[in-house]
């Protein structure tokens, strides 16, 4: 990402007024801090992108966001964070989901009822 500070007549002013914004690109944030020469808040916003896109973890991440943030962590010699994977535990069932489960297991009654009918026929 090229920036051009030179155009921005505050540029630390400017990132701060960004940082402030109900839900900031803390990747682009970073990326601006580092321009500006804070490794501190680079390394701040940095951080947070990269638990932004872990999201649920491996493999419901925001896969380019995470790699993006990655490569710009280690040029910052920060170290990758350890989140926890996803856990499937963790998911709230649908409202749904048993009727589902249950259509499913009846299909598959009716289905082998039908093939041990044929087979009967057969002989």
Do not use: C
Request: proline fraction near 7%.
């Amino acid at each position: 990402m090229k920036l051009h500070l030179d155009q921005l007549t505050d540029p630390h002013q400017e990132a701060e007024r960004l940082a402030k914004i109900k839900k900031p690109s803390n990747r682009a944030l970073a990326e601006l801090w580092l321009a500006i020469g804070d490794h501190k808040q680079a390394k701040r916003h940095a951080l947070a992108a990269y638990e932004w896109a872990w999201a649920d973890g491996e493999p419901y991440v925001h896969r380019y966001e995470l790699n993006k943030t990655r490569a710009l962590l280690e040029q910052l010699g920060v170290d990758i964070p350890d989140l926890p994977p996803y856990d499937p535990d963790k998911d709230e069932k649908f409202p749904w989901e048993d009727d589902v489960v249950a259509a499913i297991e009846k299909l598959r009654a009716e289905n082998e009822a039908k093939k041990v009918a044929e087979e009967s026929k057969k002989k």
